[in-house]
């Protein structure tokens, strides 16, 4: 569910996903949803939200020349910053340097 938002461009318009945008089935609530998601893979919803948000946004760096403002933004962040701080905080490299590390 979570991918599928992800590449549906919504994100750009809607902003960044929350566990409110991922139950699409029927009879799932938002916290049963993060309870199964914590017992499956051992992590908290927005853990889990943002470990795809990073795997998208280093597909996006490594596969196209847009620039880390347009990457940000698909994304759903409103701030370069914010994508930035996320990035780095889970790759220890700033956007930059990870696109520069495909270059090499």
């Known amino acids: 569910m ?10 750009a318009t809607k902003g960044l996903p929350t566990v409110n ?9 938002p916290k049963y949803l993060s309870s199964l998601l914590r017992m ?3 992590q908290n ?12 946004a280093k597909e996006r760096i490594s ?12 994304l759903g962040f409103e ?5 930035s701080r996320l990035f780095k905080a889970k790759t220890q490299l700033s956007p930059m340097a ?7």
Do not use: C, V, W
């Open 98 to 104: 990870f696109r520069q590390s495909f270059k090499n």
């Open 45 to 56: 919803t927005q853990h889990y939200i943002h470990e795809k948000l990073i795997e998208k």
């Open 21 to 29: 945008d991922l139950p699409s089935l029927p009879h799932i609530s």
């Open 63 to 74: 596969s196209s020349d847009l620039s880390m403002s347009e990457i940000a933004y698909e």
């Open 2 to 11: 979570l991918t599928q938002y992800l590449n549906s461009g919504q994100p």
């Open 79 to 83: 701030h370069l910053q914010s994508f």
């Open 40 to 42: 499956l893979t051992g």
